[in-house]
């Protein structure tokens, strides 16, 4: 279970309810692809999309943010190969500047998501996008007007459905009240659970899918390093996450060791117990939830494409409860523009 030998094609959902895509019970976030977890291979990368439909993982993340563009770019010759097999998901609303690396800001504007969707469109080369989040939430901007412009949108034929990523269990309820919404995004793993304050129990009510980001914490529920500065390269954003590096990180680590008991049990990896725990996140709230965890190699999509065949029991479940409650450091340097610094 837990090496490249996965035969077969995962199990699937719809997103959003009945009238939904139907995608597998996991995606793929393309992010790491083009920036921030370190040099990437062209050519793996490439092979590691290939993996995707041939096991089934056919919901594909993207964002004009990654790469400034060039990852939206370098997906689109495996888009036109495989357009009726994959859903295609992409994100506008974080603005960067060519004259500084460091700058990020929020736009959720209706002209600028007119204009950030058209970029979109252009560098995947298609003429429609499948699911079209809301990156990130800019409160002076009224809700409304944002999702009614995304709403303009799928009048126009140029997205299918509507997300959202990093909002409340209010403001999702807001969104939708202007517009169905298919699918909402957030950070959510065994690290990282606020968005159970309100989003979750709001996403339930209402039918919204639940795709949870870095359902690997970043990687760190893997076991792979354990301390961001000795252990990853010099561009690895993960450098300045609070949680991976000096104290904060040799306390986390040691939170790793009911992961790493319980993968022993089943024969699996800590990668495959996090990700089963995301996965079951859908029984325990009643909701469908589809993670999206990234990856550049091949080995590594197979083997989490084989952690939605594991099944956590009770008492295992239960030794895995306390570890979101003792993870030391924030999940960014800057948390205001996450949806917990709106939630009071």
Known sequence: MSTTDFTGRIDTVRL????GPEVGVQGFGAMGISEFYGDTDEAAARDTLEATVEAGVTLIDTADIYGSGANEEFLAPFVAAHRDDIVLATKFAIERRADDPNYRGIRNDPAYIRTAVEN???????????????HR??????????????????KAGKVRHLGLSEV?????REAYAVHPITALQ??????SRDVERSAVGAAADLGVTFVPYSPLGRGFLTGAFADATKDLSASDFRRHQPRFSGENAERN?????PVRKIAA??????????????QQRSAVHGLTVVPIPGTRKRARLLEN???????????????????AGQVAGDRYPDMSFTSVAREG
């Open 168 to 172: 409340t269990g209010a403001e999702l």
């Open 137 to 154: 939430r800019d409160p002076k901007i009224p809700l409304a007007d944002s999702v009614g412009a995304m709403a303009e949108l799928v």
């Open 305 to 323: 494409a084989a952690a939605t065949r594991i099944t956590l029991t009770a008492d295992e479940l239960a030794a895995l409860e306390p570890i």
């Open 186 to 191: 957030s950070e959510w793993s065994l690290f």
């Open 16 to 19: 959003g309810g009945p009238d």
């Open 253 to 257: 680590a040691a939170l790793l060791e």
């Open 265 to 278: 049990a089943h024969g699996a990896t800590p990668a495959q117990v996090a990700l089963a725990w995301v």
């Open 120 to 134: 979109s469109l252009r560098r995947l080369g298609v003429e429609t996008i499948d699911l079209y989040y809301m």
